[in-house]
């Protein structure tokens, strides 16, 4: 009874130890990315393994989504005599929810468990301790640049998946089951504010890589320093990302199209 | 990994990223057409709009010449006035103009729709237009078919049993 007792309170202490320490990485990260202006170079690389990298599964999920959309929405609107508005259903969907919300479950699957993982193995092979033995600060040196990288590809990313998406759609809806073109491309204008749907779009998609980013260079940072460790903190930022992705999705989607 | 690949990928990256925002505002969204041109306001009121939303169209012989600036409640009058703004290169239309709410297809979005009139005079922006028609509410219409008919057949009750009426 005690004991049963005694391992809630400890799971319970653990788990807001973990999220205090999650906090004070987040400050201390954040506190250094002004100086990543003065090192633009520890960046540009970063950029390439996080952004670049992931560039080709996000182009081609980008693509197939896009399609599917065109295919599954055509089918439906095609019933009610209203395949004109494939544009609008295409264009709204990839913008405001499945752009930013993909790209940032591949972002996480591609690049944030490989982050994790790399910090993970440097700290377990104690390199991050080396650096602090040579007074280099690894969160400035390791962490800062990677999150700043994250926080810069992620909208671009999702504005990629959303473009080729939508390219998709036309392919399929115009191309393939014959839309009419000007129908397509108009009442998809007439339909989608910029404003409301575009720049919300793009708000979601950095929250997004913020809180892919985090979650990935704390779970780094925070691993257990042996195989196994490394390992399961991989694991768990994948899932803890897709988790906090879909369900900050829910809020900012009930805030920015509640009313 | 060479750096010259490294910074062209990262090139390539930004580029491609900042032209799928450009394409995103400029292809997709209404961003073309809200660049602002120089318009004028005039109003209108209606007994009821229907489902009339801020930034319908406005047309006239079904080109948009302006669209719905605001909506408001008149407690004096008891109607809806309607802020029409219109692009200042359409701004000879006769005083005597109409304005009646239509809609697009049997679900589609209300407008309104200006039918110029015969006036010498023209429109000043801030002026009211006097003639105008309501949205049409799809259960008046068929209130009225249905007291319509009723009326008809208690009027000629040898054609049919009185009280038997209706559909």
């Given at each position: 009874m005690l004991d049963g007792l005694q391992s809630l309170g400890r799971a319970t202490l653990g788990f807001f130890e973990r999220l205090g320490r999650g906090n004070l990485f987040l400050l201390q990260a954040l506190s250094n990315l002004p100086g990543m202006l003065l090192r633009p170079r520890l960046v540009l690389t970063q950029l390439y393994s996080v952004g670049v990298l992931t560039l080709l599964i996000v182009l081609v999920s980008g693509l197939f989504v896009g399609m599917v959309l065109g295919l599954q929405g055509y089918n439906t609107l095609v019933d009610f005599g209203a395949e004109d508005s494939l544009g609008v259903v295409v264009a709204l969907s990839l913008v405001r929810e499945l752009g930013p919300v993909v790209a940032a479950l591949l972002f996480a699957g591609r690049a944030g468990s490989a982050l994790t993982a790399e910090i993970g193995l440097m700290k377990a092979t104690e390199q991050l301790s080396g650096m602090e033995m040579m007074a280099v600060d690894p969160v400035q040196r390791v962490v800062a640049p990677r999150f700043l990288a994250a926080m810069l590809s992620m909208p671009l990313l999702a504005a990629i998946f959303s473009a080729v998406g939508i390219y998709g759609g036309h392919f399929v809806g115009?191309?393939?089951?014959?839309?009419d073109d000007g129908a397509f491309w108009s009442q998809m204008q007439n339909s989608?504010?910029?404003?409301?749907d575009i720049y919300n779009g793009v708000i979601k998609s950095v929250v997004f890589g913020f809180v892919a980013g985090w979650i990935a260079l704390f779970e780094g940072y925070d691993a257990i320093p042996t195989a196994e460790g490394v390992s399961r903190a991989t694991t768990r930022t994948v899932v803890h990302t897709a988790l906090v992705v879909l369900g900050l999705d829910f809020v900012l989607t009930a805030l920015m199209f509640g009313d | 990994m060479n750096n010259r690949t490294v910074e062209i990928g990262v090139g390539l990256f930004v580029a491609l990223g900042i032209a799928a925002l450009f394409m995103l505002a400029m292809?997709?969204?209404n961003m073309s057409s809200i660049t602002r041109k120089e318009s004028y306001v005039i109003t209108a009121a209606f007994e009821n709009i229907g489902g009339l939303k801020v930034r319908s169209p406005v047309t006239v012989s079904g080109v948009?010449?302006?669209?719905?600036?605001a909506i408001d409640y008149d407690m004096h009058s008891y109607e809806a006035v309607v802020s029409l703004r219109i692009d200042?290169?359409?701004?000879?239309?006769?005083?005597?103009t109409s304005a009646s709410i239509f809609t697009a297809g049997l679900l589609g979005e209300q407008y309104i729709a200006l039918e110029p009139g015969g006036s010498m005079n023209n429109l000043k922006p801030g002026d009211r237009i006097q003639l105008t028609q309501s949205a049409l509410v799809m259960e008046q219409v068929i209130g009225q078919f249905l007291y319509g008919s009723a009326a008809r057949n208690t009027a000629e009750p040898e054609a049919g049993e009185p009280g038997a009426g209706g559909l």
């Amino acid at each position: 009874m005690l004991d049963g007792l005694q391992s809630l309170g400890r799971a319970t202490l653990g788990f807001f130890e973990r999220l205090g320490r999650g906090n004070l990485f987040l400050l201390q990260a954040l506190s250094n990315l002004p100086g990543m202006l003065l090192r633009p170079r520890l960046v540009l690389t970063q950029l390439y393994s996080v952004g670049v990298l992931t560039l080709l599964i996000v182009l081609v999920s980008g693509l197939f989504v896009g399609m599917v959309l065109g295919l599954q929405g055509y089918n439906t609107l095609v019933d009610f005599g209203a395949e004109d508005s494939l544009g609008v259903v295409v264009a709204l969907s990839l913008v405001r929810e499945l752009g930013p919300v993909v790209a940032a479950l591949l972002f996480a699957g591609r690049a944030g468990s490989a982050l994790t993982a790399e910090i993970g193995l440097m700290k377990a092979t104690e390199q991050l301790s080396g650096m602090e033995m040579m007074a280099v600060d690894p969160v400035q040196r390791v962490v800062a640049p990677r999150f700043l990288a994250a926080m810069l590809s992620m909208p671009l990313l999702a504005a990629i998946f959303s473009a080729v998406g939508i390219y998709g759609g036309h392919f399929v809806g115009v191309g393939l089951l014959g839309v009419d073109d000007g129908a397509f491309w108009s009442q998809m204008q007439n339909s989608v504010d910029l404003r409301a749907d575009i720049y919300n779009g793009v708000i979601k998609s950095v929250v997004f890589g913020f809180v892919a980013g985090w979650i990935a260079l704390f779970e780094g940072y925070d691993a257990i320093p042996t195989a196994e460790g490394v390992s399961r903190a991989t694991t768990r930022t994948v899932v803890h990302t897709a988790l906090v992705v879909l369900g900050l999705d829910f809020v900012l989607t009930a805030l920015m199209f509640g009313d | 990994m060479n750096n010259r690949t490294v910074e062209i990928g990262v090139g390539l990256f930004v580029a491609l990223g900042i032209a799928a925002l450009f394409m995103l505002a400029m292809q997709v969204s209404n961003m073309s057409s809200i660049t602002r041109k120089e318009s004028y306001v005039i109003t209108a009121a209606f007994e009821n709009i229907g489902g009339l939303k801020v930034r319908s169209p406005v047309t006239v012989s079904g080109v948009r010449v302006g669209r719905v600036d605001a909506i408001d409640y008149d407690m004096h009058s008891y109607e809806a006035v309607v802020s029409l703004r219109i692009d200042d290169n359409y701004d000879t239309f006769p005083e005597d103009t109409s304005a009646s709410i239509f809609t697009a297809g049997l679900l589609g979005e209300q407008y309104i729709a200006l039918e110029p009139g015969g006036s010498m005079n023209n429109l000043k922006p801030g002026d009211r237009i006097q003639l105008t028609q309501s949205a049409l509410v799809m259960e008046q219409v068929i209130g009225q078919f249905l007291y319509g008919s009723a009326a008809r057949n208690t009027a000629e009750p040898e054609a049919g049993e009185p009280g038997a009426g209706g559909l």
